[in-house]
């Protein structure tokens, strides 16, 4: 994992996932503006998954 995302998933969960969907981000801000903490989880959710994609294609 990037660790400037991981960082970027803590201070600001939106910006940390800009490389998917827009339902996706637009999520993560519902999700950031209802609470800080669920947004956060998600956007930690998410970046997690797509490490193990990417490691499950080599």
Do not use: C, H
């Not at 800080?36 to 997690?48: C, D, N, T």
């Amino acid at each position: 994992m990037d660790i400037r995302r991981l960082i970027l998933a803590v201070i600001l969960p939106p910006a940390a996932i800009m490389n998917k969907e827009a339902g996706t981000i637009m999520l993560t801000g519902l999700l950031t503006l209802l609470g800080w903490l669920p947004g956060v989880v998600f956007a930690l959710f998410l970046i997690s998954q797509e490490k193990y994609k990417y490691e499950a294609k080599a």
